[in-house]
């Protein structure tokens, strides 16, 4: 049975109310100490940082294979004129900050897949230092290294690494808030301030769940200051985060758009139950189903781990009958203050959700992944026994390292097959239709310009998806008009090639029907060229072709 204690840091000299960082203080005329700091690297340091730059290298395997939907959305927005990317993203539903760092990364290294990905492997690198402070503010070098190893062998990390979204950038955007927040109550100098506004502010212009992030900061401040009435710290800290919210002024026009036109039809409302299913998402466990089954079993155990050491955090108490020291006590708090932001985040999100559905994605979860692996990596230091602490975090880092692998070989989509199929057969002039209009982007990337492309419901581009009134102009849409229109289009001389796959959503069997349909207008249907195969990819699809009529 597990034994555990807690850490002292002998430099922590005060309570801090919560959300204090219960490491070592920066003070100025501290020679000794920074002395301290400056010291030759330990062994067991300069290990852990060979094994994080090792482990970290997992990020760049994947970077060249094929873009998903998401992915070749955000590249196509990216690649737009600055000034219409604003107009692609009132339909996209999505916040400016990534798309705009993309668009100048892309002008810089070029736009195609290795580029375009590789901006999400660097952010996400450069979030494992920033993660590596943050541990040590909490309990010294132990929680550091197990909390840089926890990101740098994460397969939720590692995947969000490897694609070209915003995911990347929200790990490292919430590891600089926790720096800039804990900064701010540790001694709240207008400077710190202003810089924790703006890492509120970036946050919220890189994906809207920040909002619930920092509600829910905002809401543990409260209480901290309800404990401690003209704490300055939490006043400060509560004012820059408050005054983050001005970076949002410009986009708002757009962000009410969206609010009130877009959605997320394709998926399932949030639910309070994700929060019970946390661990298997940051171990990503169902990225197993569709690529990597024999990384299920280790996901698991991971999933396991992360949540009882997460909880040995969180739920800690005293055991011994003296009074608890001071240092035990701030960092008592801090665990429970992470995970009260854990829990605030999701809550408030599935709350939001049921007044306005909007689907729920384990990606989404990036917005709390720091604060979950600092309270992850508290949990490892608590363990007594520097031989069980060692060899518990080791099987953090293996299981870690065994589901970020999966990341090496994983195609994400059926894309590549999809051109290759119509890459040997289709002729300049042939109509590539598809249902529903998610599965053309990364398609259209891929294929021959002399193919004719149409996509069900229409107003979207092969490019980009119009989520405007989505779920509306699916309902309108007709499975037996689009069919006409697109033998109509081939006409007598050219083939109709139909890629598409039901279960999207709000388009129940709609894309089979047009299948149906085609196969009654156009007599002459081929067996499947392409097979959707659920378990190989994450985004899978048929392709039919139809040949005129004799």
Known sequence: M????????????????????????????????????????????LAGGVAVAAMAGFFFFNVNAQLWLDEALSVNIAQLPLTEIPGALRQDNSAPLHYLLLHFWMELFGEGNF????????????????????????????????????????????????????????????ALGYLALTAVLDRPTPGRVVLLGLVSGLLMLTHYWAFYLLAAVFAVLVVSLIRSPGSRGVLSA??????????????????????????????NPSEYRFLLDIGEYFADTNRARWHLTAAA???????????????????????????????????????????????????????????????????????????????????????????????????????????????????????????????????????????????????DRLIDPG????????????????????????????????????????????DVWLVWADGYGAFGDRCGSIARELGSVRPRPEQPIVLSRATNYFEPSNVMRFRPRS
């Open 238 to 267: 509560t004012a820059g985060i408050a005054g983050g919210a001005v970076l949002m002024l410009p986009w708002l026009p757009v962000f009410l758009f969206q609010l009130t036109n877009t959605g997320t039809p394709w998926g």
């Open 2 to 45: 597990l034994q555990y204690r807690v850490p002292m840091p002998s430099a922590i000299e005060r309570a801090p109310a919560a959300l204090r960082r219960g490491g070592a203080r920066f003070r100025r005329g501290a020679p000794a100490t920074l002395r301290g700091r400056l010291a030759p690297v330990s062994p067991p340091a």
């Open 115 to 174: 580029a375009a990905r590789s901006l999400s492997g660097v952010v996400v690198l450069a979030s494992i230092p920033a993660v590596w402070l943050a541990g040590r503010r909490i309990g010294g070098d132990w929680a550091a290294w197990t909390a840089a190893l926890l990101v740098a062998t994460s397969p939720f990390a590692g995947l969000y690494a490897t694609q070209a979204r915003m995911y990347g950038l929200l790990i490292l955007l919430t």
């Open 297 to 443: 079993t280790p996901g698991r155990i991971l999933a396991v781990l992360l949540v009882v050491l997460a909880a040995l955090a969180a739920l800690r108490t005293r055991f011994a009958a003296e009074p608890e020291s001071v240092e035990a006590a701030a960092s008592r708090r801090h665990s429970m203050s992470l995970a009260a932001v854990i829990l605030g985040t999701v809550v408030l999100a599935a709350t939001a959700s049921k007044l306005n559905p909007v689907s729920f994605e384990s990606r989404y979860l990036a917005v709390v992944f720091v604060p979950f692996v600092l309270l992850v990596a508290t949990g490892a230091s608590l363990v007594a026994g520097r031989w069980l602490r060692l060899g518990l975090t080791a099987a953090l880092v293996v299981l870690g390292a065994i589901g970020s692998a999966a990341n090496i070989d994983a195609e994400r989509s059926h894309a590549p097959e999809i051109a290759a199929a119509l890459a040997r057969s289709a002729q300049p002039g042939d109509v590539v239709a598809y249902c529903p209009d998610q599965l053309a982007p990364p398609v």
């Open 451 to 494: 193919l004719r492309q149409v996509t069900f419901p229409a107003e979207s581009t092969p490019q980009r998806v119009n989520w405007v009134d989505y779920a509306a102009r699916i309902q309108a849409g007709d499975p037996a008009a689009f069919a006409q229109k697109v033998d109509r289009m081939a006409g007598s001389g050219h």
